[in-house]
């Protein structure tokens, strides 16, 4: 884990909107195609070494609302079917989790450090719930790196 101070930066993306309960099952979740159209129809189209992001913002009341997740890349490939929309990623002070593995579980190792991480009293820093965002590096399905980056206040 470490901390990084980071200039703003667009992505461009396909968006939904959820909350961490609805994802618990398939039959709510939406992450699951989200990432499925970005992965079948983007990522395709991007230079190998391009990463992919997935920004979390809108958050609606901490970890247990509802929040807006864009999954996409920093640039828009000339053939892309998808309808895209840019977010903006703030500048400011991340504090940095990593892994790497394969995909989904890895991910989801991360982020279950992060929510220990921050349920502990001792915790130095408190998350800002404003944007967060994951960045993705490798197209191994067994080998990506992922760095999830937590706005702290």
Request: proline share 6%; charged share 25%; with cysteine.
């Amino acid at each position: 884990m470490s901390i990084v101070n980071l200039p703003s930066f667009r992505v461009l993306g396909v968006q939904t909107r959820t909350c961490n309960a609805d994802e618990e099952t398939l039959k709510t979740a939406r992450l699951p195609l989200l990432w499925h159209d970005v992965y079948t129809e983007l990522v395709p189209e991007l230079p190998a070494d391009a990463p992919v992001y997935g920004v979390y913002g809108g958050y609606e009341s901490g970890q247990d609302g509802r929040y807006t997740v864009t999954a996409g890349a920093v640039h828009k490939p000339e053939k892309c079917n998808l309808d895209l929309v840019e977010v903006t990623v703030p500048s400011g002070q991340y504090l940095v989790f990593t892994g790497k593995g394969k995909m989904p579980e890895t991910v989801i190792r991360v982020w279950l450090d992060i929510w220990d991480y921050f349920k502990r009293e001792d915790a130095p820093h408190q998350r800002a719930f404003t944007t967060d965002f994951e960045v993705y590096r490798g197209r191994e399905e067994t080998a990506i790196e992922v760095s999830v980056h937590i706005a702290i206040r």
